[in-house]
T-cell receptor
């Protein structure tokens, strides 16, 4: 989704459903992508990463999909649980990019019981 | 335990005072970063350091200063020149640019954050 003003885009899902969080990036030189999870009042935690030579990578209950043609990244969470409620950020960098990450604005995931 | 720590968790200051936020890591990382996060917003880079005794301005460096005298430590000073200092401040560390030999992840490890309130 796209942010409007100061409001984070929000995704509400029922417990047990699958969640899909999307992220668009603009730098065609980006070749490394990370998804972070940030719980309220805490620092971001690494979830999963993917390099541009892959289009899919799976972790425990999470899958990241990369579409370089349209510069789009998604995070799929299977069987969403209440503990998955958080803000999710994508981040990108390029191998020659000075060792810095560029973060997206984030998506708030709310899991309803 | 290896990790990155920030102190204090909450900090209150009067307008016009400088304040220094602490960040320490024992991950043996060369690179360290400071970000600012406002409510409902993403992370904005204030300063970063790829190696001891060297640091660069990020996207919003005005009103902030840093030092990197030790590998483990990267303190951030919020000066009275920062017009809107109230925010959540996050410190992170990663493998340094010059340490990379190829294939290492670009993951940054984050501290728990310091919430600064200036009144």
């Amino acid at each position: 989704g796209e942010s409007v003003g100061l409001h984070l885009p929000t995704l509400s899902v029922q417990e047990g459903d699958n969640s899909i969080i999307n992220c668009a990036y603009s730098n065609s030189a980006s070749d490394y992508f990370i998804w972070y999870k940030q719980e309220s009042g805490k620092g971001p935690q690494f979830i999963i990463d993917i390099r541009s030579n892959m289009d899919k990578r799976q972790g425990q209950r999470v899958t990241v999909l990369l579409n370089k043609t349209v510069k789009h990244l998604s995070l799929q969470i299977a069987a969403t649980q209440p503990g998955d409620s958080a803000v999710y950020f994508c981040a990108e960098t390029s191998t020659g990019g000075g060792n810095k990450l560029t973060f997206g604005t984030g998506t708030q995931l709310k899991v309803e019981l | 335990d290896g990790g990155i720590t920030q102190s204090p968790k909450y900090l209150f200051r009067k307008e016009g005072q400088n304040v220094t936020l602490s960040c320490e890591q024992n991950l043996n990382h060369d690179a360290m970063y400071w970000y600012r996060q406002d409510p409902g917003q993403g992370l904005r880079l204030i300063y970063y350091s790829q190696i001891v005794n060297d640091f660069q301005k990020g996207d919003i460096a005005e009103g902030y200063s840093v030092s990197r005298e030790k590998k483990e430590s990267f303190p951030l000073t919020v000066t009275s020149a920062q017009k809107n200092p109230t925010a959540f401040y996050l410190c992170a560390s990663s493998i340094g640019r010059k340490t990379r030999t190829g294939g290492e992840p670009y993951e940054q490890y984050f501290g728990p954050g310091t919430r600064l309130t200036v009144t």
